[in-house]
């Protein structure tokens, strides 16, 4: 009788011990999921933005379109020889500060 009062016993210490050990260990969490609605996507880089002339006036070009993005209410047969050509060139403008000082000169 004893033997099996031991033998019951350190079957309850170590049913008890497994369930412990079993409560202890977190479970595991899944990784939330980004609906496909919602999902980022990267864009293509930014155009190059120039500034040049079109059908006399002063013009933003956007990347490779020959069509300007928006024309300027000022011709250019206004300005010195110089700016003239640097306009039918195109002066490259890397960023809307830039934009905006150019403009500003040009139109002064």
Do not use: W
């Given at each position: 009788m004893?033997h099996?009062f031991?033998?019951?016993?350190c079957?309850?210490?170590?049913?008890?011990?497994?369930?412990?050990?079993?409560?202890?260990?977190?479970?595991?969490?899944?990784?939330?999921?980004i609906p496909?609605?919602?999902?980022?996507?990267?864009?293509e880089?930014?155009?190059?933005?120039?500034?040049?002339?079109f059908?006399?006036?002063?013009a933003?070009?956007?990347?490779?379109?020959?069509y300007p993005?928006?024309?300027?209410?000022?011709?250019?047969?206004?300005?010195?020889?110089?700016?003239?050509?640097?306009l039918?060139?195109?002066i490259?403008?890397?960023?809307?500060?830039?934009?905006?000082?150019?403009l500003?000169?040009?139109?002064s």
């Amino acid at each position: 009788m004893e033997h099996s009062f031991l033998a019951t016993l350190c079957a309850i210490v170590i049913t008890g011990a497994a369930v412990f050990a079993a409560m202890a260990i977190p479970e595991k969490t899944e990784e939330p999921k980004i609906p496909e609605e919602t999902a980022v996507f990267v864009s293509e880089e930014p155009k190059t933005m120039v500034l040049g002339a079109f059908e006399g006036k002063l013009a933003l070009f956007i990347g490779e379109s020959p069509y300007p993005n928006r024309i300027f209410d000022f011709f250019i047969r206004n300005l010195p020889p110089e700016d003239q050509n640097l306009l039918s060139e195109g002066i490259v403008v890397s960023s809307e500060k830039e934009l905006e000082l150019l403009l500003e000169d040009f139109m002064s």
